[in-house]
């Protein structure tokens, strides 16, 4: 079956600008969307006409796919019901209910069979687009509709438990960032940026050398930054495509967007885990001090960050080097303190690294339920095992 013919006419978003200050509905972006969701805590409001709204309001079972840039192809599920509205670099789909279940399409466009589909329209363009007949023509074997909720109905258990880690996360850097700022009232010491370690710039290999990409290192771009724990993306560099990359740092080495669209709203970077490539949109700083306390002080320091950002092409944000490098950033007097924050990022890290397993064991199952290879039944107890 094709996309399209389980779905409604696709619509593109509204061209609404968009504001921190509750003026309007939420108005979900491309860049709010990761591995299926909604990043709900991102979501800025829109000045968009009250008369417009119910056009372009999203509904619980809405798909929403995004179309444009680095991030084409990233797609979410509406799972709860809010005052919101989507962008215009967003295409809605809605699943007809006499023949699919919307969080089973959901799942197939999180699969590799959809990533394959959406790596055939990127391939060595500047500037990645998918239009929505594109979208439509991907194809994909379609279950009974009782199949099709047991599938996912058991992935679903996968998803709360990788939820319920992403809070994780998102707790042990709250909670360092407070004792950092909490420390720093005690006593610190002013540094500037660029001295807080070694400043790498990054580049892309041929994007048309097809023998340079599809390995094991992950190559991160502005769009794959999501994550303060740095250790996967969505393009990956074979070892041709590692000897020509600009650099190749190693963890525990500080990364951050520097230039894209994601800078208008947020500012994105992270802590590699593991050996890593990144893209000219991003700088990389081979940390001096400890790279827990550098990080977290980045964290505390974001608002600011932002405050520096100005336009590129294109209404793009950008991060100049000689701004960021004079930013002045607190480093507390007492050592100890790193010590806390390496720990605190290290149960971070270990429910990052659960997740990135947990989703591989998702995909994996998806084919596997399809195929009839392994029951309903079956898959319910192998993912009860994996997330006890």
């Known amino acids: ?102 969080e089973f399409l959901g799942y197939q466009l999180q699969s590799k069979a959809w990533r394959q589909h959406v790596a055939g329209f ?39 438990k990788i939820e319920s880690n992403r809070h994780i996360e998102d707790l042990v850097l709250d909670l360092a960032e407070a004792m950092y700022v909490d420390e720093c009232a005690q006593g610190s010491e002013l540094l500037l940026l660029k001295d807080s370690g070694r400043w790498l710039s990054g580049g892309t290999p041929s994007t048309s050398t097809t023998e340079y990409w599809g390995g094991d290192l992950p190559w991160i771009s502005a769009a794959s930054l999501k994550s ?85 092409g294109h209404g793009t944000g950008r991060l100049a080097t000689d701004r960021l490098e004079r930013l002045p950033i607190e480093v507390p007097t007492d050592t100890r303190f790193a010590k806390v924050a390496d720990s605190l990022l290290a149960r971070g890290t270990q429910a990052a690294r659960e997740n990135h397993h947990l989703v591989q064991f998702r995909d994996a199952l998806l084919p596997e339920l399809i195929s009839g290879r392994i029951r309903v039944p079956e898959a319910h107890r192998a993912v009860e095992e994996a997330i006890a």
């Open 1 to 102: 079956m094709r996309l399209s013919e389980v779905c409604e006419k696709p619509q593109y978003g509204a061209i609404a600008k968009g504001s921190a200050e509750p003026v309007g509905p939420l108005f979900v972006r491309q860049t709010d969307i990761a591995s299926g969701r909604i990043k709900w805590s991102s979501v800025p409001y829109c000045d968009l006409d009250p008369s417009e709204f119910e056009k372009y309001a999203i509904r619980p079972g809405d798909l929403l796919i995004s179309r444009l840039g680095n991030g084409v192809g990233n797609a979410a599920t509406v799972s709860e019901t809010r005052s919101a509205v989507f962008a215009g670099y967003l295409v809605r789909f809605q699943a007809r209910a006499s023949v699919a279940v919307p």
């Open 122 to 160: 990127r391939s060595g363009a500047a500037q990645p687009t998918l239009n929505a007949q594109q979208m439509g023509d991907f194809q994909f074997t379609l279950p009974p509709l009782g199949l099709q909720r047991g599938i996912a109905a058991t992935l679903s258990a996968l998803d709360d």
């Open 228 to 312: 303060f724990y740095v250790d996967a993306s969505d393009r990956t560099l074979t070892a041709a495509g590692a000897a020509v990359a600009t650099h190749i740092v190693p963890a525990g080495t500080v990364l951050m967007v520097v230039r894209g669209m994601s800078l208008k709203t947020e500012f994105r970077f992270g802590v590699a885990q593991r050996d890593v490539a990144f893209g000219q949109d991003c700088k990389a700083i081979l940390p001096r001090i400890d790279s827990s306390v550098l990080a977290v002080a980045l964290r505390a320091n974001r608002e600011t960050i932002l405050g520096l950002v100005d336009e590129a």
